[in-house]
């Protein structure tokens, strides 16, 4: 069978629940290998995503592991059968991957969860705000590379009716990552965006207390399950997509710190409304 040259961060993760659950029952890849009658670099092609695996063969390994979770089964089974071309595909190879699996991640989320400290976040900027954040970056990109990259964020956002929950800082309300203009133009998105049924928007002022311990930056996309939940953090040396148990639970708590102490809908709206007057 042919290698994926790239895989994507859903067929890394299938291959990933795959190892966890051989793990749990106690197999080493080879034996686990034995008991498909195939060989042990199929079993870690399979489990790094660099292969994939029919539904008959993922069913056979859950027997083997004694997996009685007929729910992550189902979930697995259909992330291994899928074979959707999202829009995303038309950017691969001219944009890096980390753009492409947000999108694949977004496209099959049951739920999104942003916290915005510093930037308005992507599935809810204007391309003139966009334009200026991917200008800023270090190195310097290119116009192409611009151009490419916010008509990428922009048709993030035609494909928008998941449920959204959004929080997000003064601070990223208030700089300027360009001029006035540009920056009432978001405030007047944020407002309008906030109205659609499936967006839910809060502020947390500067005044609020008890802020600082939970202050992090992320997406996080529900899965099928709260076992398939994922968190989408930047980092210095890139996207991170994190989804061990433990880690979901943190950002879990740190949503609902944020949430706890952030304005309601319409009381963030008003205060939206108020900075978008004073420009």
């Known amino acids: 069978m042919v290698l994926r040259r790239e895989p994507t961060a859903r067929q890394r993760r299938l291959g990933l629940e795959l190892r966890r659950l051989r793990e749990a029952a106690g197999l080493t890849a080879t034996e686990a290998a034995a008991l498909l009658g195939a060989n042990r670099v199929q079993i870690t092609h399979i489990e790094s995503g660099l292969t994939g695996v029919s539904e008959q063969r993922l069913r056979r390994l ?46 099959h989320a049951t739920f999104l969860h942003d916290v915005a400290i510093l930037y308005v976040p992507g599935r809810l900027q204007t391309a003139d705000y966009a334009r200026a ?14 151009d490419l990259r916010v008509q990428h964020r922009m048709a ?10 959004v929080v997000i800082h003064e601070a990223a309300l208030r700089i300027r990552v360009s001029d006035r203009k540009v920056a009432r133009d978001q405030l007047e998105k944020l407002l309008e965006r906030s109205e659609a049924d499936h967006v839910t928007l809060r502020v947390i002022p500067f005044d609020v207390d008890s802020f600082g311990k939970a202050s992090s930056t992320m997406t996080y996309a529900g899965g099928p399950l709260p076992r398939l939940d994922t968190v989408v953090r930047d980092a210095p040396h890139g996207v991170v997509f994190m989804d061990a148990e433990a880690q979901l639970d ?22 939206i409304h108020e900075l978008a007057r004073e420009l």
């Open 250 to 271: 943190t950002y879990r708590t740190n949503f609902r710190m944020v949430t706890a102490v952030s304005l309601e809908p319409a009381r963030s709206r008003t205060f």
């Open 133 to 146: 954040v991917f200008s800023s970056r270090m190195p310097r990109l290119t116009e192409e590379e611009i």
């Open 156 to 165: 993030r956002q035609e494909f928008d009716d998941v449920p959204h929950d």
């Open 62 to 107: 859950k027997s083997h592991y004694a997996c009685t979770d007929e729910d992550l089964i189902a979930a697995l089974a259909l992330m291994a059968t899928d074979r959707t071309r999202g829009w995303w595909d038309e950017y691969r190879g001219v944009l890096p991957t980390p753009f492409l699996d947000l999108s694949e991640l977004e496209h």
